[in-house]
């Protein structure tokens, strides 16, 4: 298995999870990359799979689905315009050779789901670097629970984010905790790897457990807090 990132729109990932010509396409914002992408290397797409239902995240199932009608689309109850299976939280679900968990991981959005494949966590904007989503619907209670979830997957889990926020969060994580080692270290790092124009994911937990501010918050009290601050910082 091979998971590879293609990038879209201004700053977003499309994952795809690669076995053989077979491809499981992630949240695809835009429908010329996937086609260009899937062309180039002779792939077929298996399915897509949907997080949540924000245009960056589902522009491209139409484009897909025109062009390779027998593609399956799963995703969450708020996609149901663009499913052809809708998911629950806590279902497990097989496509090809793979079996996927889905979980609950509201707050960006009412019905955000992730995907976990063995030990790969596929979180749309849920989960970033060193930063987690906009709480849109302002149920931070949601988005906390979310967080909890994240940090009970072991640490070597990989982190697929759906946006390359990764210097912008990292230079907030800096700001919050300014003595922190392992940020000023990670800061450091995606620095370098922006400046080369390389992108920064995946993460892991165990990562994200050291340098993510969110994830590090002890309280809920103290989790919105911090998303608000976030949420003027630029």
């Known amino acids: ?3 590879t990132a293609v990038p879209a729109l201004e700053d977003n990932y499309i994952w795809f999870i690669e076995q053989g010509d077979q491809v499981i396409v992630v949240d695809p914002g835009q429908g010329e990359p996937v086609l260009n992408y899937l062309k180039e290397h002779h792939l077929n797409p298996l399915a897509v799979l949907l997080t949540h239902k924000h245009a960056d995240h589902t522009a491209g199932v139409e484009a ?3 062009n390779f009608p027998e593609v399956v689309v799963y995703g969450p109850t708020e996609t149901q315009d663009w499913n052809d299976r809708t998911l629950t939280p806590d279902q497990s679900f097989s496509v090809g050779d793979f079996t996927f968990k889905t979980a609950l991981t509201a707050g960006h959005t009412a019905g955000h789901i992730s995907y976990l494949l063995e030990n790969h966590l596929f979180c749309g904007d849920a989960l970033f670097m060193a930063g987690c989503g906009r709480v849109f619907t302002g149920d931070y209670a949601a988005q906390f ?3 909890q ?3 009970q997957l072991p640490d070597q889990t990989f982190v697929y984010a759906g946006h390359e926020y990764s210097l912008t969060n990292l230079r907030f994580a800096q700001r919050v905790s300014p003595h922190h080692q392992p940020i000023r270290q990670a800061l450091a790092l995606v620095q370098d790897l922006r400046d080369q124009g390389q ?6 937990i165990g990562q994200e457990k050291a340098i993510n501010p969110f994830l590090r918050a002890n309280s ?3 989790f919105i807090q911090l998303r608000k601050v976030r949420d003027d910082f630029s």
């Open 1 to 3: 298995m091979k998971v």
């Open 64 to 66: 897909i689905k025109t």
């Open 145 to 147: 629970a979310a967080l």
């Open 149 to 151: 979830w994240f940090k």
């Open 199 to 204: 992108m920064t994911l995946p993460s892991t």
């Open 220 to 222: 809920l009290a103290e």
